[in-house]
């Protein structure tokens, strides 16, 4: 795989690549983005399709303060962390991370070297 490839050939390439990856991707996507979770699948009465009822989207952060599993101490941690993402912020700096990966990509003629 390239990731690979890049691991052995580029470690400033590939350190770029878990950058983005890492902490600003996980607060889009926990924070930011929300999705819906299957809560049923019925067979449709020709018993050949299936119907799936969804239940309402909420982000996965959403879902942990709905949770009355996680303790209160967590959710005040969640609370926190929330109330300090920028959806524009953190979509900037993933954007300039894959941009600086790109523009050093094309910098080098063969990755494979």
Known sequence: SIMGVMEQNSKHLFCLLVNFYGMPMNLKHNYMIPCRVLVN????????????????????AERLLASPEVSEENKQRIRATAEGCNFVKISVKLKATLDKFYERLARRENIYD
């Open 41 to 60: 699948r019925e067979l449709k009465k020709d018993k050949q399709r299936y119907r799936r009822v969804y239940d309402k989207a909420k982000t996965p």
